[in-house]
C-alpha cells in the first residue's frame, strides 16, 4: 500500500551540482506533478504530466527539468542547484488530469538544502 | 488568476475546544474547494471537498466546511479538537483541470 513513493527524503547538495529527485506512483494513475513548498507560500506547482509522454509547464518551472518516464515514474531535475531551489518537493498522482473528482495523492516529501 | 488566501497561519487552541480556520478564494469561473492536512514529516492528506451541491460537506476526523458563494469563503470547522489534529491546514482551489492552487497553509495548534 505504498501510493506515492519519493527518493530521497533528504539531500544536501552545494551550488551548481546537480540532483534528479525521484517519484514512483503505484496506483496506476495517469496524471502526476511535481510541487515545491516554502514557508509562508504553501505549495507552488513547479511541472504536470497529464498522461505518459506529456508533460507541462507550471507556476514556477524555471531551473527544473522532468522526465515521465513511463506511467509509474515522474523525476524531477535540478541541472544547476541554486540556494532559492532550497525547499520542499512534493509528487502527487491522480486517476485523470482534469477530472475533479479524483483527488491528487502525495508523497511524504524531499527535503532538499542548497548550500 | 484563481487565488486562495488564508489569513491565520497560525491558531492556537485548548483540546475539545471548538475551531475554525478561514479560507477565502477569488475565481471568476465555477470552483471546486479542498482541504488539505499536512502532518509533521508527511505529504497532503485530503480532509474533504467540495464540486457541488450542498454547501455543508463533511469530511474525515470529524472536521466539515462550509461553501459561501456570496462571501467567496470555505471555512473548515471542528467543533471539539484533539492533541492529534495538530497539523498544517491547506486550502486549495481546483478551476476544473487538477491544477490545484494552494492557500499558504495555517498551522493548527492544540494544546492540552
Known amino acids: 500500500n505504498a501510493g506515492v513513493t519519493q527518493t530521497p527524503k533528504f539531500q544536501v547538495l552545494k551550488t551548481g551540482q546537480s540532483m534528479t529527485l525521484q517519484c514512483a506512483q503505484d496506483?496506476?494513475?495517469?496524471?502526476m506533478y511535481w510541487y515545491r513548498q516554502d514557508p509562508g507560500m504553501g505549495l507552488r506547482l513547479i511541472y504536470y504530466?497529464?498522461?505518459?509522454?506529456?508533460?507541462d509547464k507550471g507556476e514556477v518551472p524555471n531551473g527544473y527539468n522532468v522526465s515521465r518516464l513511463n506511467k509509474r515514474e515522474f523525476s524531477l531535475r535540478l541541472e544547476s542547484a541554486a540556494p532559492s531551489q532550497t525547499s520542499v518537493y512534493f509528487c502527487?498522482?491522480?486517476?485523470?488530469?482534469?477530472?475533479?473528482?479524483?483527488?491528487?495523492?502525495f508523497g511524504d516529501g524531499t527535503r532538499l538544502s542548497i548550500l | 488568476a484563481q487565488s486562495v488566501t488564508q489569513l491565520d497561519s497560525q491558531v492556537p487552541v485548548f483540546e475539545e475546544a471548538p475551531v475554525e480556520l478561514r479560507c477565502n478564494y477569488s475565481?471568476?469561473?465555477?470552483?471546486?474547494l479542498f482541504w488539505y492536512v499536512q502532518y509533521p514529516n508527511q505529504g497532503l492528506q485530503l480532509l474533504l471537498k467540495?464540486?457541488?451541491?450542498?454547501?455543508l460537506v463533511k469530511g474525515i476526523n470529524g472536521f466539515e466546511a462550509e461553501f459561501n458563494k456570496s462571501q467567496t469563503s470555505f471555512h473548515l470547522r471542528k467543533p471539539s479538537v484533539h492533541i492529534s489534529d495538530t497539523a498544517e491546514y491547506f486550502c486549495?482551489?481546483?478551476?476544473?483541470?487538477?491544477?490545484?492552487?494552494f492557500g499558504t497553509g495555517t498551522r493548527l495548534l492544540v494544546s492540552p
Open positions: 502527487a498522482s491522480s486517476a485523470n488530469h482534469g477530472d475533479i473528482n479524483q483527488p491528487q495523492h
Open positions: 496506483m496506476n494513475h495517469n496524471s
Open positions: 504530466s497529464a498522461s505518459e509522454g506529456t508533460t
Open positions: 475565481s471568476s469561473v465555477s470552483v471546486y
Open positions: 467540495y464540486l457541488s451541491g450542498s454547501t
Open positions: 486549495a482551489l481546483n478551476t476544473g483541470f487538477q491544477k490545484l492552487v
